[in-house]
């Protein structure tokens, strides 16, 4: 019987300093948590359509014949945010806004009611839309 309470004691007191470790381990992590600092929010698509503009208006565009332009006009929509265009290759339809790449080839610059303009590899290229 002796025995037993000793085992007891021993697991209690083994219980408590387990608590105690624990506890002492929230306040170091209470004690050093981040501080986060109060930040605006980014307009990511305002910066990247405005770099795309001014990276592209100094050059001289050249019109896209069949040959080289695999894919079919399905739709497109203007304006001056977020224009996008839907072009059909084979029956696989693409939906690519304004900045985006098909299939790692035309990179879609500007859409406007009158044209579509691409760049391919630094080179700028356009379809009239009739």
């Given at each position: 019987?002796?025995?037993?309470?000793?085992?007891?004691?021993?697991?209690?007191?083994?219980?408590?300093?387990?608590?105690?470790?624990?506890?002492?381990?929230?306040?170091?992590?209470?004690?050093?948590?981040?501080?986060?600092?109060?930040?605006?929010?980014?307009?990511?698509?305002?910066?990247?359509?405005?770099?795309?503009?001014?990276?592209?208006?100094?050059?001289?565009?050249?019109?896209?014949?069949?040959?080289?332009?695999?894919?079919?006009?399905?739709?497109?929509?203007?304006?001056?945010?977020?224009?996008?265009?839907?072009?059909?290759?084979?029956?696989?339809?693409?939906?690519?806004?304004?900045?985006?790449l098909i299939e790692n080839t035309y990179r879609l610059i500007s859409v406007s009611k009158n044209e579509i303009v691409f760049d391919r590899a630094g080179k700028q290229m356009y379809i009239k839309i009739?």
């Amino acid at each position: 019987m002796e025995n037993f309470n000793i085992a007891k004691k021993i697991i209690f007191y083994c219980l408590v300093c387990f608590v105690l470790v624990a506890l002492i381990y929230q306040l170091f992590l209470i004690f050093n948590a981040p501080t986060f600092q109060k930040t605006s929010p980014i307009n990511v698509s305002a910066t990247i359509n405005n770099n795309l503009n001014s990276n592209y208006s100094n050059q001289t565009a050249t019109q896209l014949t069949n040959d080289e332009f695999p894919y079919k006009v399905v739709g497109y929509r203007a304006g001056e945010k977020n224009s996008s265009v839907v072009l059909r290759k084979a029956d696989v339809d693409y939906v690519v806004q304004q900045g985006e790449l098909i299939e790692n080839t035309y990179r879609l610059i500007s859409v406007s009611k009158n044209e579509i303009v691409f760049d391919r590899a630094g080179k700028q290229m356009y379809i009239k839309i009739d």
